[in-house]
């Protein structure tokens, strides 16, 4: 696993986390990098991804105004701070490295990398 995320865990709708994803073997900072979560019984979601080209970034409307992405070099890892948590927002938390990030969302799929997700769960 060359992709690990972490931050997840249980808590009450309002609240905040933040979900870590970290990459060991490769320089993380020389990606793009994606997160996505998947619900039970739906389609996994795009949620927001950030370029190593230009610093673009992307929200879905589901979660604008409430996550914010941003690089941690110093941890070689990129977080996802999630404000104002919904139980709508229950899910599987899972970063990737696309081919590109564009301020549309990605293009191109999922290059090398993926990591196995962290559950986020928010109870009402």
């Known amino acids: 696993v060359d992709l690990v995320e972490s931050g997840g865990g249980l808590v009450q709708a309002g609240e905040s986390l933040r979900l870590s994803c970290t990459a060991s073997?490769?320089?993380?900072?020389?990606?793009?990098i994606v997160w996505f979560r998947q619900a039970p019984g739906k389609e996994r979601e795009e949620l927001s991804c950030i370029s190593y080209r230009d610093g673009s970034i992307y929200y879905a409307d589901s979660v604008k105004g409430r996550f914010f992405i941003s690089r941690d070099n110093a941890k070689n890892s990129v977080d996802l701070a999630m404000y104002n948590l919904k139980p709508g927002d229950t899910a599987v938390y899972s970063c990737?490295?696309?081919?590109?990030?564009?301020?549309?969302?990605?293009?191109?799929?999922?290059?090398?990398?993926w990591g196995q997700g962290t559950q986020v769960t928010v109870s009402s």
């Open positions: 990737a490295t696309p081919q590109q990030c564009t301020n549309r969302g990605i293009l191109g799929g999922i290059r090398d990398h």
């Open positions: 073997g490769f320089t993380l900072s020389y990606y793009d």
